[in-house]
């Protein structure tokens, strides 16, 4: 009976789950920024006919509007959302052309997809024109916006095609655009009055610098008088961990779940002895397969025995707060089922201590189940071929290098194909939705970790999760911004890239790969598309800059600094 | 001038190469000659021979006999050579189209490569910058865009426009540096050259005098504007004993300034801990006869590039009166908008400030400069983060800071050593020299270059500088620098440090000593202050060039 109320707490935990993302994707509303990308495919024969409307609506947006000081002011102006769009075409030899719309915005994707209609709707539905007919229930659509002379709202086929991303950040988080270009205005207007030659700041002490400074902006500026609007609402920051843990629990309990099994089959000494011998087993293979494969070891800054020992806290926290929720979860479950007779009434000490037991076994087996997944993906690693030198048309290459390295921004898009078989499916997917739920817990200052240019990127899965979609919007060129990735970012990059075909040669998942400088650079170039539209709402703006703007802009909405304070806030003038 | 070599005395000219490596090595890898205080650059142009059927090495042949390439073995001598291609210089030797698109992108692009320039910071739609010699650069190897013409292809829409290649009037083929005792010798020298190859077709169309400008009891060099300069390189390690100290190899990274050998010559582990598949040549008798060695990817093909490395040259002019013009006019502004705070801002506090270190090399430091080390020379081992990290002594935006940011670019404390490491994938050997004579008035008669400690170095005015402007010569520093990947090395300091307008936590502001004109932050507390710097520095042409190894040279001799 036991294991009958086990495996119900599993089917009701993964229902709870059900319910709970569910939940969420409505909270998800509340959310500051959107970010999302439209994959179409592409009439072969059309191919080139889209490139060149593209290139058409480009041109006419970029520049030729007088009236518009900014390039692509017109556009900036009738999407007020906007913060980064592109617009691409993906070519390769194993799948026909993609069209990819790539939109960055603030709020929700209706309010954009009306603002783009009422902007590029025109040319846009040429463009979908040159794309394949959807063979679903999207047909009817299809043909009815791309029909001659159609005048039918384009946003619903376009909101109906998005692809969510699976991992996704937001640089500067939780700063709309408004707020970006006001708070870069302000930073202009400050660093003028300051380099004015006769100004009542220097000398003056800190306190009345910001004093006379907010006194003087509040004219041209009157929202300095009200408080900064919160970034990440206190709401979005409950759901954020909420939904990591709830991730997290259902993780360990899918995990344990063999040992749990086994727990209910055996005596106690028999599944510890079993365990422990698996583990040792397991281990020892590791072990012997613990070195790189010749000539693919990068040794680099990171150290793994150093971070879990950092992150030992978190890991004993994450075990407990498992077992927190699942006791409750199994003991609810079981007295459920036992009010429908299904399983006899468990509601005394002993039945408590039994679910302990079992969870506790459960718990112990990890130490076979984790590293077993280890050496089976140790096994496929030894065995992944890796392609060092991947085709690169020059000509792409060329059209590239002139779309690049305009203003102080770029942008790349990637499609890479995913390798197959189970547990590599397990992984990209199991950790994409980790890695996305963990980002939208820890990169809540603006940077992504150790990237400090990154503005907004995504990953999102394409044709049924075999591609992997890749798009960045960043600072720096493209080369820097690769080597950031390689210098400072390989763990991380390794791990989520390291499921594409082809990639350099990984090591546990994390180790070697993107370490890997010029392979992995190859790698990506090859895979990239040129970024044929492209358009940045605050093209002069890094990361860091805006970052720079909030502190300065939030120092000076307040009333009065301390001497202190308002000494460390004229650091960043 | 932190950007270019002027002399190589420093720590880092101790290190050599491994005696069989170094035999085969050109010496300029390990040397930037400081023993050989004069010299000239030869920009050779290969037209017609009159002998065609002697074949495109030929001149090569010759010019061994009278300019013999010298190798990294180290000894005494009264003349020292170095020879580097560029891609259409290899090109007008003959080696078959196959070798010629085995080398790196930049190299075969060329420098005037339109996009190439504008990352580069000389060419912006259509239009040369400031930064640029007025009408463009006099001199590239004009290299020719690739052909992408396809033929016709079912369903293919034109998409508009196409990356120009910028041609020059003079193309340069080669670079031939000549490395001398005297003024003297080295005319001597270079009118036997021009005349042992005319004959081959082979002219000179620019020569540029090479000076080393040691003062009396200094280890270092000054650039024209009075700066100690090169003292900053790279010391490369190499963990299968290629580099060696006081005869014992080096296997492990120097703590600050540490580079593997890749870095700098083709062959050895890099930075990004691979060896870098370089250049092919097919396999063949010529081959054999100049040991090349068997490449270790492409079977059947020798390695034309181990032992070799990538020369990156920019005739860059120096306008000595406008710099000093504009360190003037900056200190006045801030004196005249803080009188009270400023009394000890003078032009030289500004020029420092600009560059990044004192006039002897020293850094800026919060109160102060870094004393100089037990040889008394400047102290070159330090970082920044722990010792000045908001730039309050050396400016974030200083030449110096941009040009190499050692651990700068850290945004916590504990990021410090991976910045390092990182800033350390970015390195370049400077090999520069300056040309011109020294300036007239100022370079010598100022009392702030002949003696800083003068109470009143700051009174030099503009009228005196104007009565100067007669001295109109031509000068400025030949630009040179060896790496491996041009994009990752050169053109990264360049386009990602040195004129990055969002460098560190700046912005809109780029390198105050090569950029265009423009603003330049120096932190100060409470309050930064901020100058506005001319244009004082112009490229006058340049372009990549190939540094062979002396086996691929007796190669290409047999051409």
């Known amino acids: 009976m036991d294991t009958l109320t086990y495996l119900d707490g599993f089917a009701a935990g993964l229902y709870l789950h059900h319910i709970i993302y569910k939940f969420l994707k409505t909270g998800a509303g509340h959310m500051l920024q959107t970010t999302l990308s439209v994959p179409l495919d592409v009439r072969p024969e ?36 906007l913060h980064f769009m592109s617009m691409s075409v993906f070519h390769s030899t194993s799948y026909d052309p993609i069209f990819i ?35 679903d229930r999207w047909a009817t659509l299809y043909d009815a916006v791309t029909a001659s002379g159609s005048q039918v709202a384009l946003a619903p086929y376009l909101e109906a095609r998005t692809q969510k991303p699976s991992v996704f950040h937001h640089g500067n988080r939780g700063l709309s655009r408004e707020r970006v270009l006001s708070e870069a205005k302000l930073f202009v207007t400050l660093r003028d009055e300051l380099d004015q030659p006769t100004q009542p700041y220097r000398g003056a002490n800190a306190a009345t610098v910001h004093q006379r400074l907010r006194d003087r902006m509040l004219a041209a500026y009157p929202w300095l008088s009200t408080p900064a609007p919160v970034r990440i609402s206190p709401f979005e920051w409950f759901w954020d961990r909420l939904r990591f843990v709830v991730f997290l629990v259902i993780t360990l309990f899918v995990l344990t779940l063999p040992g749990v099994i086994l727990a209910l089959l055996v005596p106690v000494f028999a599944d510890l002895a079993v365990v422990t011998f698996l583990a040792i087993l397991i281990l020892a293979s590791i072990f012997a397969l613990r070195k790189p494969l010749p000539g693919t070891e990068v040794t680099t800054q990171f150290n793994l025995p150093l971070l879990l020992w950092k992150a030992s806290p978190y890991i004993v926290g994450y075990v407990l707060a498992a077992t927190v929720v699942l006791f409750p979860l199994d003991l609810a479950t079981s007295w459920a089922l036992s009010k429908f007779g299904v399983a006899p009434p468990e509601l005394s000490m002993a039945a408590f201590w039994s679910v302990a037991r079992h969870i506790s076994l459960g718990l112990y087996s990890l130490i076979v189940v984790l590293p077993l997944i280890v050496l089976w993906l140790r096994y496929l690693e030894t065995r992944d071929s890796s392609q060092d030198a991947p085709v690169i048309s020059e000509a792409l290459l060329e059209e590239m290098a002139r779309k690049e390295d305009w203003v102080a921004q770029n942008h790349m898009g990637s499609i890479v194909l995913i390798k197959p078989g189970v547990l590599r499916t397990i992984i990209i997917r199991a950790g994409h939705r980790g890695l996305g739920l963990l980002l939208r817990v820890t990169a809540t200052d603006g940077y992504l970790g150790s990237m400090r240019t990154v503005h907004f990127a995504h990953w999102a899965f394409l044709n049924n999760g075999s591609r992997l979609l890749f798009f960045s919007n960043f600072d ?18 390794t791990l989520a890239w390291g499921d594409g075909v082809g990639f350099p040669a990984t090591r546990f998942l994390i180790f070697d790969g993107a370490s890997h400088g010029r392979q992995f650079k190859n790698w990506a170039l090859a895979s990239r598309a040129v970024s044929r539209f492209w358009v940045s709402a605050y093209p002069d703006l890094t990361v860091n800059q805006i970052e720079r703007n909030n502190r300065i802009a939030n120092g000076l909405r307040e009333q009065s600094l301390t001497e202190e304070r308002a000494a460390a806030w004229m650091t960043d003038l | 001038m932190d950007d270019g070599s002027v002399t190589p005395f420093t720590p880092s000219a101790s290190w050599r190469l491994e005696p069989s490596i170094a035999a085969k090595t050109q010496g300029l890898v390990v040397s930037g000659y400081s023993s050989l205080p004069t010299g000239t650059a030869l920009m050779l142009n290969i037209g017609t021979p009159a002998a065609p059927d002697l074949g495109g090495g030929a001149f090569l042949r010759k010019l061994a006999e009278i300019a013999p390439v010298t190798p990294a073995v180290p000894g005494a001598r009264e003349r020292s050579t170095a020879l580097a291609f560029s891609w259409t210089g290899l090109q007008k030797l003959g080696m078959a189209e196959t070798s010629l698109a085995s080398f790196l992108r930049p190299f075969r ?47 293919q829409v034109e998409v508009p426009g196409a990356s120009l290649a910028i041609q020059t009037n003079a193309q340069v083929h080669a670079i031939l540096l000549l490395y001398t005792q005297t003024v003297a010798d080295a005319d001597l020298w270079a009118t036997d050259i021009k005349a042992a190859l005319l004959p081959h077709g082979v002219t000179v169309v620019r020569e540029v005098d090479l000076t080393l400008d040691v003062h009396d009891n200094s280890h270092f060099g000054r650039e024209h504007f009075g700066f100690a300069d090169g003292l900053s390189q790279p010391l490369p390690f190499d963990t299968s004993g290629a580099v060696l100290i006081n ?32 250049p092919v040549v097919p396999g063949d008798d010529r081959t054999a006869t100049a040991r090349l060695e068997p490449h270790p990817e492409a079977q059947g093909f020798s390695d034309f590039g181990l032992n070799g490395s990538y020369l990156v040259v920019r005739e860059l002019r120096q306008d000595v009166p406008a710099f000093w013009r504009s360190m ?41 400069y870094l004393p100089v080390d037990a040889q008394g020379d400047p102290n070159n081992g330090f970082l920044f983060l722990e010792r000045d990290r908001r730039g309050l002594g050396c400016p974030i935006g200083s030449h110096v800071r941009r040009a190499n940011p050692r651990d700068t670019l850290a945004p916590t404390a504990d990021q410090g050593p991976t910045l390092l490491a990182a800033a350390n994938n970015h390195r370049i050997l400077r090999r520069g020299r300056k040309y011109g004579s020294k300036y007239d008035g100022i370079t010598l008669k100022d009392p702030r270059l002949a003696d800083p400690s003068q109470p009143d170095a700051n009174q030099l005015d503009a009228n005196q500088l104007d009565s100067n402007r007669a001295d109109t010569a031509d000068r400025g520093l030949l630009f040179m620098a060896l790496n491996t990947d041009i994009a990752r090395q050169f053109e990264f300091v360049q386009q990602t440090w040195l004129l990055n307008s969002n460098f560190g936590t700046l912005f809109q502001e780029v390198d105050p000593l090569i950029g265009p004109e423009g603003r330049m932050t120096i932190p100060e507390d409470p309050l930064r202050r901020t100058i506005q710097v001319k244009t004082f520095i112009q490229m006058v042409g340049g372009d990549y060039f190939f540094l062979p190894s002396l086996p691929a040279l007796a190669y290409l001799a047999m051409l």
Request: charged residues 25%; proline residues 7%.
């Open chain 2, 247 to 278: 005869d014992t190899p080096v296997t492990s990274p120097d703590p600050v300034q540490g580079v593997p050998l890749g870095e700098i010559m083709l062959g050895y582990l890099n930075g990004h801990q691979e060896v870098v598949p370089g």
């Open chain 2, 328 to 368: 003037d006019s900056s200190a006045a502004a801030i004196r005249a908008a803080d009188p009270q705070g400023s009394a000890h801002v003078t032009a030289d506090w500004v020029a420092e400030r600009v560059i990044g270190r004192s006039k002897d090399g020293n850094l800026l430091c919060p109160g102060g």
């Open chain 1, 476 to 493: 720096q060129s493209w080369g820097a911004y690769l080597d950031d990735f390689i210098e400072k970012a390989h763990v991380g990059l």
């Open chain 2, 109 to 155: 692009e060329g420098m005037m490569q339109e996009d190439r320039l504008r990352r580069l910071g000389d060419r912006r739609e259509g239009q040369w910058l400031d930064t640029v010699q007025k009408g463009g650069p006099e001199w590239s190897a004009n290299t020719p865009s690739p052909d992408r013409s396809q033929g016709a292809r079912a369903y």
């Open chain 1, 46 to 81: 059309s191919a080139s006919r889209l490139a060149a409307l593209i290139e058409q609506v480009k041109l006419r947006e970029d520049k030729g509007r007088p009236e518009f000081a900014e390039n692509f002011g017109r556009l900036l102006q009738d999407i007020p959302v």
């Open chain 1, 101 to 135: 719309i790539e939109a960055n915005f603030d709020g929700p994707p209706a309010v954009f997809w009306r603002q783009f209609e009422a902007m590029l709707g025109d040319v846009v539905r040429d463009m979908l024109r040159c794309c394949k007919k959807p063979l």
